[in-house]
C-alpha cells in the first residue's frame, strides 16, 4: 500500500504558563491508504494532537505533513479549511449536530459546501444513510429525537458526503452506550472493508481490536506498532466483538484478536 499521509520530524506545542509544553516531539510515520490505523496510548501521550495535526486541523509547530503528495503544514488556515472540506471526514465523541435541523438538512449542509447540484448530494446522502441502516423514517426527525447511536451514524453520514480520502474518528464510542458504539463500530468497520481509508484515536481496547494496525504514542512518540491485519469479509468472522450472540466476530477468533491486541499492549506500559 502506498502512504496516503507521511510526517517529516512533525512537532507540536503549546505555550502553557509561559512555558513550552512539547506534545509531538520530532515525528515521522507513514499512514497507508486503505489501512485502519488506530492510534493508541495514555492519557497525555499526544494522540488527539497528533490525529488535529495530520489532519489539518491544527497547524504543527515545526515539521512536515504529507497528505496525497501536499505538504499541508505550510498551508494558511483557509487554505487548509477548504483542503479538510474536500479531503478529510470528522467523526468526533461529541457529535455536534445542527439542533435546528433535519437528519438530512444536517447532512446536506456539509455537502452543499462543496457543491450546488443539490439533487446530487441528496442522493448519496440518501444512499449513505441506508448504507448506515438508519431507519428513513428519521430523515426529517431532528439531532434531539435521536438517540445517541442514531445520531452518531448521522454524524459519520455527514463525514463521508464528500467522499473523503481519509475518515478521522477521535473516540468516536466514548458518548455512547456500549450497544451504540459497537452498532457504530460496525458501521465503521463496514466502511472500512468497502476501501475506506481510517485514522481512529481511542483509548478502549474493544474499540481499537477493530483496527488493522495499532499506533502506540507515549510522551509524542511512537514506541510501539502492531500489524493486527484487515478483519475478514467473509459473513461468519464479521461480527460483534467482546459481545454475547450475534456477535461481529466468531467467538474463537475475537478473543485470538483481543489477546494479540491485549498482550502487545502490555508491553507498551498500557
Known amino acids: 500500500m502506498k502512504a496516503i499521509i507521511r510526517t517529516n520530524k512533525l512537532c507540536k506545542s503549546f505555550n502553557v504558563g509561559g512555558k513550552q509544553l512539547h506534545i509531538i516531539k520530532n515525528l515521522d510515520l507513514e499512514i497507508e491508504e486503505g489501512a485502519f490505523t488506530v492510534i493508541m496510548g495514555s492519557s497525555g501521550s499526544g494522540k488527539s494532537t497528533l490525529l488535529y495535526a495530520i489532519s489539518g486541523m491544527d497547524k504543527p509547530t515545526l515539521g512536515e505533513v504529507w497528505f496525497g503528495g501536499e505538504n499541508i503544514a505550510d498551508y494558511t488556515n483557509d487554505e487548509l479549511a477548504l483542503f479538510r472540506r474536500k479531503n478529510c ?88 452506550n456500549s450497544a451504540s458504539g459497537i452498532a457504530v463500530l460496525d458501521v465503521i468497520s463496514d466502511l472500512h472493508a468497502g476501501g475506506q481509508s481510517v485514522v481512529m484515536v481511542t483509548h478502549d481496547l474493544k474499540t481499537a481490536a477493530y483496527g488493522s494496525r495499532i499506533i502506540y504514542l507515549r510522551d509524542g512518540a511512537v514506541t510501539g506498532e502492531l500489524d493486527l491485519t484487515r478483519i475478514p469479509d467473509d459473513a461468519d468472522a464479521r461480527r460483534d466483538i467482546g459481545t454475547d450472540g450475534g456477535s461481529r466476530f466468531d467467538v474463537g477468533y475475537a478473543a485470538r484478536r483481543m489477546e494479540t491486541l491485549q498482550k502487545f499492549l502490555e508491553r507498551m506500559g498500557w
Open 89 to 176: 471526514g470528522f467523526v468526533f465523541q461529541q457529535i455536534h449536530l445542527m439542533d435546528n435541523m433535519s437528519v438530512m438538512d444536517n447532512v446536506l449542509t456539509s455537502g452543499l459546501l462543496l457543491s450546488s447540484n443539490k439533487k446530487a448530494i441528496a442522493g448519496r446522502a440518501a444512499e449513505l444513510l441506508t448504507r448506515v441502516k438508519l431507519d428513513r423514517g428519521l430523515w426529517d426527525k431532528f439531532p434531539g429525537q435521536l438517540s445517541s447511536g442514531e445520531a452518531q451514524r448521522v454524524g459519520i453520514v455527514r463525514a463521508l458526503i464528500n467522499n473523503p480520502a481519509l475518515l478521522f474518528a477521535d473516540e468516536p464510542t466514548g458518548a455512547l
